[in-house]
């Protein structure tokens, strides 16, 4: 093993989103105004369906756990790409690094399980009603809650730990904005064969049973709609999949379009942009579609701000 191989690194170098120094400013600005948004909505949508008594079924239970983690993994990243765009160097140190990798990867997985298990519960809802309470219990909640995170976090050690216990060639500058698997792979003077089998079949095991509950828990939903004779009927049962299913929509064309085009055209630059919209867009859209859409959601929020107006000044 020659002597660069033998470098032990201390820490990372992000190249960030640009490295153009007039954009540093405007992007700043933009950024921070989506992740405050993002905390804000998403505290709020874990703070309201904590605190309202209208919102505690089932539905409102995962809502909760879903802004918990888009609160997460934009927190794993945000504020570190922030600092990032007012630093003089854009230095993040080895066990940050490892960390952030961690966080990230343990929210990411986690969502698509949480979106699944909200399928799910929109189909005992609207197929099965009369069950609901009971296949819908709050146990069952809780376990389709519990499996995922203990799953997620299993499944993001067992990566992490096998990247940074890799030996690095002594070449620090990470092509992103954020410490992610595939850009510290290419930093790797090990094989990394192993550890990108690992994650091409855990991807897609993630991507494909997620997505096939969601994908046959619709097309259940649909073929009940359609077997209602009144037409309000089924626009308001549909209503009350609106919010779930455009959060679900926006997440998989997302990440389809990021892992699906051709490897010609495959580049960090696409990734980064692409990786922008899933890691802050979405955690903020999140909490707007579902207050915008949801009429529950929307009555609560009226409650509050009618409350606070009744309060004496």
Known sequence: ???????????FILMGITDCPELQAPFFGLFLIIYTVSVVGNLGVIILTKMDSRLQAPMYFFLRHLAFIDLGYSTAVGPKMLVN????????????????????????ISEFF???????????????????????SQRVCWVMVVIPYVYSAFLSVIITKKIFMSSFCGHNVIRHFYCDSLPLLALLCSSSHDIELIILIFSAFNLVSSLLVVLVSYILI?????????????????STCGSHLTVVLVLYTTLFFMYLQPQTNHSFDTD?????FYTLIIPMLNPMIYSLRNKEVKGALHRIWKNWHALPM
Request: hydrophobic letters at 50%; charged letters at 10%; proline letters at 2%.
């Open 222 to 238: 649909l073929m009940a709609i359609l077997r209602m004779n009144s037409a309000e009927g089924r626009h308001k049962t549909f």
């Open 272 to 276: 980064k942009i692409v990786s922008v």
């Open 1 to 11: 093993m020659n002597k660069q191989n033998l470098t032990v690194l201390t820490e």
């Open 85 to 108: 765009f007012v630093a003089n160097q854009n230095t993040i140190p080895y066990n940050w690094c490892a960390t952030q990798l961690a966080f990230f990867l343990l929210f990411i």
């Open 114 to 136: 949480i979106l699944s298990a909200m399928a799910y519960d929109r189909y005992v809802a609207i197929c099965n009603p009369l069950l609901y309470t009971i296949v819908i």
